[in-house]
């Protein structure tokens, strides 16, 4: 099952008094950039997959993440995802960054709407969860260098820094992100692939993806484990 919509709304800041603009063009080029980390991601056929590119506020990550839970629920039962309560939550804080951290160049816009792209699908031989943002460079270097570190730590060292930097509230230079990453990685058991290239002189293009190994369940008695 596949959906896929395109929305370019508007391509100039609102806001009087900022010089910064952004043209059909850059649009258009950004586009390019999520297409092809859409073909990367693409092969196979899905038993899921949802596609968005364009502008990303919050109730259209919040539309995603409902119509994800319906599409999973769809997913025959003789397909392990792993945890598909964990894949769906890996799922809202990777969608919910992208509203929540993405650059936004329409200001005057109250529910904030940073172009990016939300990929999800799910396939014969795994699940997968992408995002791609543009980000502020030295924001996007912070992220990216924290999310390698997370990487690099064993499970319980992960889950140790979770519950103490839940604890200690250490993460509000980054809005809460930098939690949310540790929450990924202690639900997803594997690493956060991030990739980052630069768009403009002051933007990067920053990407996320977690990967879910499919087991196909063992049927026994007529009935699939879960």
Known sequence: MYSSQNSAGKTKKQSEGDSTQFTVQEYMRAMDFFYRFRQEYGGGEPFVEMVYAGFVPFDLTNSF??????????????????????????AIELFQ???????????????????????????????????ANLCKRELAKKVQERVEFYNSCTYDQIASLFLADRHMNTFSETGGAGLGFLDIRKKSKVSIDVFR???NDDLDVIRFSVRFPVERAVQENGVYSE
């Open 97 to 131: 960054n992208v509203a929540r951290h993405g650059y936004d160049w329409v200001k005057s816009r109250k529910d904030r709407a940073p172009l990016g792209l939300l990929l999800f699908r799910v396939a014969s031989n795994e699940s997968l969860v992408v995002t």
């Open 197 to 199: 290239e630069p768009f």
């Open 65 to 90: 993440i409902n119509v994800l839970a319906k599409r999973l629920a769809g997913v025959p039962r003789s397909v392990r995802m792993g945890s598909r309560a964990s894949l769906r939550q890996c």
